[in-house]
């Protein structure tokens, strides 16, 4: 392992799933830019992502994203040292978009070039901002909507699978749930929204896989599913509506109650795993990390309940962005990885794979 200069800057791409980004990071941990184009809007008449429409997008948007992010600097490209991007997992189009991006202006310049796991790229985002980084051995929580896995990382590079979900990722079901409840896309902002103005109470039912850290979260997207059936029957019955033109609405209040419900069976479950698994791997501090950390309730809840400290990324790093690409590539160029011109995109890519 070979100590990178301090200031040592790297220009990232990220385009696996719907976010076009671009950023600059100095020395693994300081975000001088950090730019996300975003096509939510665009996917959301689909419900979810349509990966056709995601790639093309990619393409229209990735100069505009690179000139901002290299605005940030004053000397532009001559403040550039290495470059990376995603090469998985995700969407095998749209990462062919960034990573072929990367790889040119790589070879263009005349830069090294690291292909980075857009996993790791995840947990990377608890190094950001983040003065003294986080300490090894930590237990780490990754909930995104394509992945939900606890990982004890031992080292930099160095990773144990504790578990993961046997079905559903756990933003996967706060998106599903969402849209049996008629909220919008994407589910979890909806969802959190939707339970800070219910009334607390109610429950749902909790898998809790006894003995193992998996998760399993399609059973609890079934029950919410049945209890609106339920409601959407009861209301049908009391309006004497039976074979009306309109169907029933769901009421606000209902909807409200089983956000809630859903959401704190998900969050108790995810806390009750990992505050477990930190005394039991000698774990100095919990990292959380994708898209569903930034929860307000997962936050709470795992501050609360751990018995170390609490890492939480800020939550613009949470979701998609290429800050946490180019933290993650900062230490793989430290540990001397490159990648060559070869380098093609795994959809499957799994965590602790380069
Ligand atoms: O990490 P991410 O941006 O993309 C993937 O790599 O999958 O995660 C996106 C997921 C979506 O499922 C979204 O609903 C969820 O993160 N999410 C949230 C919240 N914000 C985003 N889930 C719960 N609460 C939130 N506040
Ligand atoms: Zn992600």
Same mark, same amino acid.
């Given at each position: ?22 950023? +600059? ?10 730019? $996300? ?33 290299? #605005? ?7 403040? +550039? ?19 072929? #991006? ?77 849209r049996i409840l008629g909220l ?6 909806? +969802?959190?929204?939707? #339970? ?7 429950? /749902? ?49 209902? $909807? ?18 990992? $505050?477990? #698994? ?7 501090? +919990? ?6 950390a930034a929860n307000r309730r ?18 613009? /790093?949470?979701t998609d962005n290429a800050a946490? $690409? ?24 799994? /965590?602790?794979?380069?």
């Amino acid at each position: 392992m070979s100590e990178l200069p301090a200031d040592f800057t790297i220009l990232a791409l990220e385009t696996s799933c719907d976010e076009t980004a671009a950023a +600059i990071v100095r020395g693994g941990r300081e975000v001088i830019s950090n730019v $996300v184009a975003s096509q939510m809007a665009t996917h959301e008449r689909y419900g979810g992502v349509v990966p056709e429409i995601a790639s093309r997008q990619h393409i229209l948007s990735l100069a505009p994203v690179v000139r901002a992010a290299l #605005a940030a600097l004053p000397n532009g490209w001559e403040g +550039i040292d290495a470059i990376a991007a995603t090469h998985g997992p995700g969407l095998s189009g749209a990462l062919l978009t960034g990573l072929n #991006a990367a790889k040119a202006m790589a070879w263009q310049r005349g830069l090294p070039f690291v292909a980075v796991n857009h996993l790791e790229a995840h947990l990377y985002a608890g190094w950001l901002g983040s003065d003294p980084p986080p300490p090894f051995p930590l237990v780490a929580l990754l909930v995104s909507g394509g992945h939900t896995l606890l990982a004890l990382i031992r080292d930099h590079g160095d990773y144990e699978l504790l578990g993961q979900t046997r079905d559903d990722a756990a933003g996967e079901a706060f998106d599903k749930v969402a849209r049996i409840l008629g909220l919008g896309y994407p589910g979890g902002p909806a +969802i959190q929204a939707a #339970a800070a103005k219910a009334t607390p109470g109610g429950m /749902l039912p909790r898998a809790w896989l006894r003995d193992s850290f998996d998760f399993s979260f399609s059973g609890l997207k079934t029950a919410v599913l049945h209890r609106v059936q339920d409601r959407l029957a009861q209301m049908t019955r009391l309006s004497g509506r039976k074979g009306a033109a309109e169907a029933p609405q769901l009421d606000a209040a209902f $909807v409200a109650q089983m956000a809630y419900a859903f959401q704190e069976s998900v969050v108790d479950v995810l806390v009750t795993k990992t $505050v477990d #698994a930190a005394p039991r791997y000698e774990a100095r501090a +919990i990292l959380l990390a994708g898209g569903v950390a930034a929860n307000r309730r997962l936050r709470e809840e795992l501050a609360r309940r751990a018995s170390v400290p609490v890492r939480l990324p800020a939550l613009d /790093l949470c979701t998609d962005n290429a800050a946490m $690409v180019a933290a993650a590539a900062f230490y793989r160029f430290q540990a001397g990885v490159q990648h060559g011109w070869d380098t093609d995109v795994t959809a499957n890519l799994p /965590l602790g794979s380069v």
